[in-house]
């Protein structure tokens, strides 16, 4: 079954980081893209990040400069540093692929992990 | 940037009705416009891609249509199951690849 778990949201003091994975299996994150997708509480959802198979990365004007994604190979895991965090990075924050082909269509996603950046 | 507009913003509906949703795109997707319902809760669940290919699993009733900048997306007979949120996504340009700001369906 492909499957991807998002872990390691909480809650985070404005100005401070925080490093979300997103484990994969049933599929290599080295093959095809890993994203990431945000949604605030009770609103809409806003593409954040990609890496790409062959290392392109690209990131939402919004997290550009503080936000960091990367992979590792040999635990099939992307990860998303986010630092100086700002209240309006509060979300739940989604890892998806597309398991199929290299569309930006999304399928899987992941269950989602909350970040609450407040103090 | 490609900005995506849902329309309603909230769609009453009673069960076994029909319901239909727009997207529309500030400049042309071709036909790279994906659908997602998304219930309380959940993850958002892939319904349709490429305009109006369903996704696997994805029941018969749901269909989506348009190219360019005017999409649709069509729930032929309602159940209480389809009563969620859903989202349009343009994939065209990828930087940013942009959501539209969601339909929400709800029971009439």
């Known amino acids: 079954e492909v499957q991807l778990v998002e872990t390691g949201g909480g809650l985070i003091q404005p100005g401070e980081s925080l490093r979300l994975s997103c484990a994969a299996s049933g599929f290599t994150v080295s093959s095809t893209f890993v994203t990431w997708v945000r949604q605030p509480p009770g609103m809409g959802l806003e593409w954040v990040s990609v890496i790409h198979s062959g290392g392109g990365i690209y990131y939402a004007d919004s997290v550009k400069g503080r936000f960091t994604i990367s992979r590792d190979n040999s635990k099939n895991t992307v990860f998303l540093q986010m630092d100086s965090l700002r209240a309006e990075d509060t979300a739940v924050y989604y890892c998806?692929?597309?398991?199929?082909?290299?569309?930006?269509?999304?399928?899987?996603w992941g269950q989602g992990t909350l970040v609450t950046v407040s103090s | 940037e490609i900005v995506m507009t849902q329309s309603p913003a909230t769609l009453s509906v009673s069960p076994g009705e029909r319901a239909t949703l727009s997207c529309r795109a500030s400049q042309s997707v071709s036909s790279n416009l994906a659908w997602y319902q998304q219930k309380p809760g959940q993850a958002p669940r892939l319904l349709i891609y490429?305009?109006?290919t369903r996704a696997t699993g994805v029941p018969a009733r749901f269909s989506g249509s348009g190219s360019g900048t005017e999409f649709t997306l069509t729930i032929s007979s309602l159940l209480s199951e389809d009563f969620a949120v859903y989202y349009c996504q343009q994939y065209n340009n990828w930087f940013p690849l942009t959501f539209g700001g969601g339909t929400k369906v709800e029971i009439k």
């Open positions: 998806a692929t597309n398991y199929y082909d290299t569309s930006g269509w999304f399928d899987p």
């Open positions: 490429s305009t109006s």
